[in-house]
């Protein structure tokens, strides 16, 4: 398992299967979209502030991968 896969949980029950932030029903696309829009972590953190830095990084590196 890839590191960044312990934060994105992939559940048919959630979000329709959406890969979203573990323990929330952030989904990973919501997160790029922010990042890709504002450039920085430090504004996606202010629209999400349950996430975590680390939340983020995962959320583009399992864009990257996929």
């Not at 890969?19 to 997160?31: E, F, K, L, Q």
Request: net charge neutral.
């Amino acid at each position: 398992m890839k590191g960044f896969m312990r934060r994105i949980a992939l559940d048919g029950k959630i979000m329709g299967g959406k890969p979203v932030i573990r323990g929330t029903r952030i989904p990973v696309y919501a997160v790029v979209e922010r990042f890709a829009e504002y450039g920085e972590t430090g504004k996606v953190l202010e629209d999400y502030p349950q996430l975590t830095r680390e939340d983020v990084h995962a959320a583009l590196e399992y864009g990257a991968d996929v």
